[in-house]
């Protein structure tokens, strides 16, 4: 990683050291997430974890919107070794493309929801497409009284963001209402579907996200991350994690066919590559 690029996550452990708060800092783009925050954001719950002092994680975020999802083009680079074994993002075509998906994520997002300690999400704002990825991996949410919720991936090409859990989120019908239109929600409905635990003033959105956080923090560690498991492994039972793997597969299904529909536009045929590439259409 670039040491002299600006952090893009910040960690602090208030409450005694009980309670860690990682904030997402890049206000000026909206909190979008590229490579350099991703894994920035893993490092910081992966300290929260392995600190045994620390009970309780929250997820909060600098400026007025939670985040406005992915940003690949933006500012940062974070070379680090794989955190999982994927196939090489450095491969060309399909292959390099899912193996870095799949990294930086779907796994990671994985190994969020799976952290061995109760996670709160504090959410304002816009809350767009990989937006959700961040705020649906923690255990609760409390948003504030202006978020808003919103997944226009559909409208790129594809079925839905990386971590796909729509379905268990917003239910069946919901789920396709916000897939198929690309429309928002606002924080008053989430709750109403079960999306989020609570609704607070914007101004008081930190302080209750805290406050909950207090009542967690004094139950046994063991016990809480029995509970936390036991709940996982319910969704998994439910067919959660393969459903999620399926979804993925066919988010590269859409990529692949919106390439191919760009290269007819510009007269290539993908379909008759030679040895010397691909040739345009007669």
Same mark, same amino acid.
């Given at each position: 990683?670039?040491?002299?690029?600006?952090?893009?996550?910040?960690?602090?452990?208030?409450?005694?050291?009980?309670?860690?708060?990682?904030?997402?800092?890049?206000?000026?783009?909206?909190?979008?997430?590229?490579?350099?925050?991703?894994?920035?954001?893993?490092?910081?719950?992966?300290?929260?974890?392995?600190? $045994?002092?620390? /009970?309780?994680?929250?997820? =909060?975020?600098? !400026?007025?919107?939670?985040?406005? &999802?992915?940003? #690949?083009?933006?500012?940062?680079?974070?070379?680090?070794?794989?955190?999982?074994?994927?196939?090489?993002?450095?491969?060309?075509?399909?292959?390099?493309?899912?193996?870095?998906?799949?990294?930086?994520?779907?796994?990671?997002?994985?190994?969020?929801? $799976?952290?061995? /300690?109760?996670?709160?999400? =504090?959410?304002? !704002?816009?809350?767009?497409?990989? &937006?959700?990825? #961040?705020?649906?991996?923690?255990?609760?949410?409390?948003?504030?009284?202006?978020?808003?919720?919103?997944?226009?991936?559909?409208?790129?090409?594809?079925?839905?963001?990386?971590?796909?859990?729509?379905?268990?989120?917003?239910?069946?019908?919901?789920?396709?209402?916000?897939?198929?239109?690309?429309? =928002?929600?606002?924080?008053?409905?989430?709750?109403?579907?079960?999306?989020?635990?609570?609704?607070?003033?914007?101004?008081?959105?930190?302080?209750?996200?805290?406050?909950?956080?207090?009542?967690?923090?004094?139950?046994?560690?063991?016990?809480?991350?029995?509970?936390?498991?036991?709940?996982?492994?319910?969704?998994?039972?439910?067919?959660?994690?393969?459903?999620?793997?399926?979804?993925?597969?066919?988010?590269?299904?859409?990529?692949?066919?919106?390439?191919?529909?760009?290269?007819?536009?510009?007269?290539?045929?993908?379909?008759?590559?030679?040895?010397?590439?691909?040739?345009?259409?007669?």
């Amino acid at each position: 990683m670039d040491e002299t690029a600006p952090k893009m996550v910040r960690y602090e452990e208030v409450r005694d050291g009980r309670i860690a708060i990682i904030t997402l800092d890049r206000p000026e783009a909206r909190n979008a997430q590229n490579k350099q925050m991703t894994y920035e954001l893993n490092d910081a719950f992966t300290r929260g974890a392995h600190t $045994d002092s620390v /009970k309780c994680i929250v997820l =909060a975020a600098e !400026g007025p919107h939670f985040s406005a &999802g992915h940003d #690949l083009k933006g500012p940062g680079v974070y070379k680090a070794d794989p955190v999982w074994v994927g196939g090489s993002p450095n491969r060309s075509g399909s292959e390099g493309l899912m193996a870095f998906e799949e990294e930086t994520y779907l796994h990671m997002c994985r190994r969020w929801h $799976d952290i061995p /300690k109760p996670t709160i999400a =504090a959410v304002q !704002g816009r809350v767009i497409a990989g &937006g959700l990825m #961040l705020m649906w991996v923690c255990d609760l949410i409390i948003a504030a009284d202006d978020a808003s919720f919103q997944d226009l991936t559909v409208s790129h090409g594809v079925n839905g963001v990386e971590w796909f859990c729509h379905p268990w989120e917003l239910g069946i019908r919901k789920a396709k209402e916000l897939l198929f239109t690309g429309d =928002a929600i606002d924080a008053e409905e989430a709750h109403r579907l079960g999306m989020v635990n609570h609704v607070v003033p914007r101004d008081k959105l930190l302080d209750a996200s805290l406050a909950m956080a207090d009542r967690i923090v004094d139950k046994p560690s063991f016990a809480l991350k029995l509970a936390k498991l036991a709940v996982n492994q319910t969704l998994d039972a439910q067919g959660f994690q393969i459903a999620q793997q399926q979804a993925f597969g066919l988010q590269h299904v859409g990529h692949a066919h919106t390439r191919g529909e760009h290269m007819r536009e510009s007269g290539t045929d993908i379909f008759a590559g030679t040895n010397d590439g691909p040739r345009p259409f007669n």
